[in-house]
Nanobody
Framework: QVQLVESGGGVVQPGGSLTLSCVVS???????????VGWFRQVPGKEREGVSC????????YYADSVTGRFTISRDNAKNTVYLQMNTLRPEDTAVYFC????????????????????WGQGTQVTVSS
C-alpha cells in the first residue's frame, strides 16, 4: 500500500515559480527508495501526461520536451519526498499535478510514457494566470 500527499500548488503569474512536494508512505517489503517516482499533469478533457520521472537513486531523470530547461525533479530518500521545481511558468502549464510511485520499477523515460503501473496521489492544482 502506498500513500502520496502532494502540496505546493497554487496560482502564479506567467514567468513565476512554484515548487511541488510529495511525501510518500510505502507499506511494502521494499522501501520508498527502491521505487522510481514521477510527476504527471492533467487538464480537463485531456489524457494525463508524464512531466518528469526520476529513478530510485536519482541516477536517471526524464523530462517532457515541454518542460525541459524549466522544471527540475529531485528526491530526498531520507525524507521519503519528491520535489518538482517549476520555473518560468507558462499559462499552458496550468493543470492538476499528480505525483506517483512506479510499482513496476521501469526506467524514468519509459515510466513517464505509460500511465499503468503507478500509484497516484490526489493531485494539486497549479494555475498560471495574469
Amino acid at each position: 500500500q502506498v500513500q502520496l500527499v502532494e502540496s505546493g500548488g497554487g496560482v502564479v503569474q506567467p514567468g513565476g515559480s512554484l515548487t511541488l512536494s510529495c511525501v510518500v508512505s510505502v507499506v511494502r517489503r521494499s522501501a520508498y527508495d527502491s521505487y522510481p517516482v514521477g510527476w504527471f499533469r492533467q487538464v480537463p478533457g485531456k489524457e494525463r501526461e508524464g512531466v518528469s520521472c526520476i529513478s530510485s537513486r536519482s541516477t536517471h531523470v526524464y523530462y517532457a520536451d515541454s518542460v525541459t530547461g524549466r522544471f527540475t525533479i529531485s528526491r530526498d530518500n531520507a525524507k521519503n519526498t519528491v520535489y518538482l521545481q517549476m520555473n518560468t511558468l507558462r499559462p499552458e502549464d496550468t493543470a492538476v499535478y499528480f505525483c506517483a510511485v512506479d510499482l513496476t520499477r521501469r526506467s524514468p523515460r519509459r515510466g513517464c510514457a505509460e500511465l499503468s503501473g503507478w500509484d497516484w496521489g490526489q493531485g494539486t492544482q497549479v494555475t498560471v494566470s495574469s
